[in-house]
């Protein structure tokens, strides 16, 4: 960009403060991700990506890496954990340590290949994309992408 000597350079933006968050797991054996978007994220929203997790894994036992963040806590986890009659098994992560959870690499990847110099019109095409970008990796890819041995 480049503006005249003592003038402030105008970045037009679309001037709305609307916003989109991911939530997903990843499979360290098969690369399979589960990808939800919401508004914010909330013990809510963590509750929806649980049971979008049971429904897709209908059989087996699943055991879920995640981090001390305060949307981990409380809600309907404890009703849902309940519900899944040991099925779901949570492995919480010890504070600060992102290098410890795979999911981490998946996200800065799909950072670099979705919005990564991207201004998308709507909030919904910023979605579409996200959720565009975990159907299309190939699972070899995602399998590398977070360290997997299964690679």
Not at 32 to 38: A, G, Q
Not at 53 to 66: E, F, K, M, P, R
Not at 87 to 97: A, D, E, G, I, M
Request: charged share 20%; hydrophobic share 40%.
């Amino acid at each position: 960009m480049w503006t005249l000597r003592g003038q402030q350079v105008q970045i037009p933006t679309h001037g709305q403060d609307e916003r989109a968050y991911g939530i997903g797991a990843v499979n360290y054996y098969t690369g399979e991700t589960v990808m939800i978007t919401r508004e914010h994220t909330c013990k809510v929203d963590i509750d929806d990506l649980l049971r979008a997790l049971l429904a897709h894994h209908a059989q087996g036992t699943i055991y879920l890496a995640w981090d001390n963040s305060y949307t981990h806590f409380g809600g309907d986890i404890d009703t849902i954990l309940k519900e899944a009659n040991g099925r779901l098994v949570l492995l919480y992560l010890p504070t600060y340590s992102p290098w410890l959870n795979p999911i981490e690499m998946l996200w800065r990847s799909m950072r670099y290949g979705v919005t990564h110099c991207e201004l998308f019109e709507t909030i919904d095409d910023l979605e579409a994309a996200f959720l565009d970008y975990f159907a299309t990796t190939p699972k070899e890819m995602v399998l590398s992408m977070i360290g997997s041995k299964a690679a």
